[in-house]
Structure formats: structure tokens, C-alpha cells
């Protein structure tokens, strides 16, 4: 369904909007495509379409703390059978906040308390709870293999216990985890549109071709989206396996001991590393090296989530020495200035994606088009010449 046949369909409710306090740049963007998009359509002048335009669909709502770190969650206005979608980042560690005068950065376990405190908040007045959390939380605990905790399955299972509808999330880490709570809408988005448009939009000179580019996945993790892109790209893929020493633990893995390569030759190829996310960016550099040591060409590292938490020194040095020659991550998670700043660095804007979604799903239409772009990369990519 095209955006301008949305004001034809009667909303499932009126929409409500509340980004927390980890969302507030990327939520005032989505607000202002959908206030831009219904002040230009011409719904019916029924009863249903009464509250359809306004200047923002913002609700103002706010998670004040005490002295002791406590919280609570406050909704300023009415929010009675409302159609409201939450937006959280769980990765913003830029918010702080005092405990008996001691100044604490807001970790994921915070910002998903506030979360579960809105929630609380809106006491089951609205009509429809949709929670959007781009990086889901806890993702990379989704799975058992010792005796240890199943920290993803039981925040899914909680927010749905509180009257979440749906929940969506971006490029998850495993997506078998909805199997936590299979009676309810659970959607992971991939932003492989959205980063082949950046990437023909910030390097027109790159050529997408079997003979003039490669896609690789830096892991058995990473295959699926690796192949994903290849192939609505057209182009070969091949992929990195991580030898582990398992009988030691370093920050809570186990070190790798080297990068195998599988897949055909990369001399002379621009090469696509693609990956959920970039957390202390090791991997992605000793793949990068890895790559260049076959004669790779120029080396673009593509993460949905750059959490860069050995900071950028290192991205900075393998720029500097030729080894990779830009950076796509997208502002579905805090950005620090600094990132934005670097001259390699390319963002990827997710915030009409999300307006899209939300637009549509206040609609009760269908967002299948968008989990699935394939038809729209590929009539993208025919715009711009590729092969």
C-alpha cells in the first residue's frame, strides 16, 4: 500500500508517540515525516479521521529519577484509547543521572526499566502498546549453553505480559528468539535498502557486479544478511569463521584465535563487510586485514548497530594506513559526535523507515514491503545503472 492510499483506510486508533529520553533525536525525525505526510493527504471527513492531523503526534512523557536513583515514569497527557508506539535505545550510554550525588551513565538494564515504567504508566488506557527497540534487549543473550540466564526470551515474554502487541526491532542477533513468545507480533527488520542507498548516494563510483564487488559475512553469524545483500545485489558473497580457544575466557567469550576464509577470489574487488553490529571493532579490523593481505580493493565495513566501545582509535588507524575505506553504521543507536565527524564515516538515516512503519501499522495495514524490500532495491539499483 503506497503512503498516499493510507488516508483511505480508518486508523486503528490515534496515534501516540512516545520516544524516551534514548530516542528523542531519532523519534522528533519519524514524528516530523509523519506530521509532513498527513498535513499533504486528503483523508474522509468522518468521525475516525477527527484527531488524524495535528503538528506532532509526540505525547509528552518523562522518566524523572530521586536522589536514590529511583524512578518513575509519568504520562502528561491522555493517552485513553490511543494507538501508541514506543521508542527506546537501550545502547544510549550518553544519559546519565545522580545516585546520592554520584554521577551514573544509563546502561541497557536502565533504559529498559523505563521502558517497563511507561508501560506501567499508560495502566492499559491505550488501545494498542507497539514497542520499537531497534537494538533488542539483551540480544546477544539469546540463546543457552551453560548453566545461565535466558535474559532476551524473559524481556520478551515480560513486555508481552505487561500488553505489548508488537514489538519491533532491527537486524536481530538471532530472530529464533521470538520463539519466546509465538502468539504475539514480533518483527526484526533488515536495513539492507536503506544501506545500499548510502552507499551508491556517498560512492557513485562503486560498481555493484560480480567482476567489481564482493560481499562478506566476518562470521557463520552474519551469513544469512551477508547473502541477503549478495543476492539482491547480484553479487558473489563469501565469509570469515572465527577459530576460538575455548579453553580460555577473555571479557566474557572466548579469544579468537585466527580468521579461515571461505569463498572466491577478492584481488581486485571492492569488498563489502556486512555484520549486525561493531562492538569493540576487533573482528572487523583482523577480518579488513585479511581481506587486504588477498589484494582486496577498497574494504566498506556495513553494521546496523556501531557500539564502538573501545572507541574509534582503532577505525581511525586503519583508515589512515589504507586498510578499509568507509564506515556504514545507522542511527538506530546513539551516535557521539565524534563518529559523525569522521570523514570515513557514512551515516545511514532509519528514520523515514520507522515513520513508514509506524504510519502504516496505525493504519492496520500491511508492512510486509517493507521486511522485504527486494522489488524496491532492485528498481533502486536499475535508477542508478548498477548490473
Known sequence: MSQKDLSKTIPFGDLAIIPLESSRMIGKKVDEYIVRWRNFSNPSPSIHFTNYKKDSYIIDAVCPRFGSGEAKGIINESIRGKDVFLLVDVRNHSLTYKVCGQINHMSPDDHYQDLKRMIAAISGKARRITVIMPFLYESRQHRRSSRESLDCALALQEL??????????????????????????????????????????????????????????????????AIYFANVAGVDVGTFYKRRDYTKI??????????????????????VVIDDMISSGESMIDVATELKRRKANRIFIASTFGLFTNGLEKFDEAYKS???????????????????????????????????????????????????????????LKKYNQE
Not at 528514520?351 to 514491503?369: G, V
Open 250 to 271: 577473555v571479557e566474557g567469550r572466548n579469544p579468537i584465535i585466527a580468521h579461515e576464509f571461505l569463498g572466491s577470489d577478492v584481488a581486485g574487488r571492492d569488498v
Open 160 to 225: 508481552t505480559n505487561m500488553g505489548v502487541e508488537n514489538i519491533i526491532t532491527f537486524d536481530a542477533h538471532d530472530p529464533r528468539v521470538q520463539n519466546a513468545i509465538p502468539l504475539k507480533s514480533f518483527e526484526t527488520v533488515k536495513p539492507t535498502y536503506q544501506f545500499i542507498k548510502a552507499l551508491l548516494a556517498n560512492v557513485p563510483d562503486i560498481r555493484m557486479n560480480t567482476k567489481d564487488m564482493m560481499i562478506i559475512s566476518p562470521d557463520e553469524g552474519a551469513m544469512e544478511r
Open 322 to 380: 589504507g586498510l578499509i575505506y568507509r564506515l556504514m553504521t545507522t542511527n538506530l543507536v546513539y551516535q557521539p559526535q565524534e563518529l559523525l565527524d569522521r570523514e570515513y564515516y557514512i551515516d545511514v538515516d532509519m528514520s523515514k523507515y520507522i515513520a513508514l512503519l509506524i504510519d502504516t501499522l496505525n493504519h492496520d495495514a500491511s508492512i510486509s514491503e517493507y521486511l522485504n524490500p527486494t522489488e524496491r532495491i532492485e528498481n533502486f
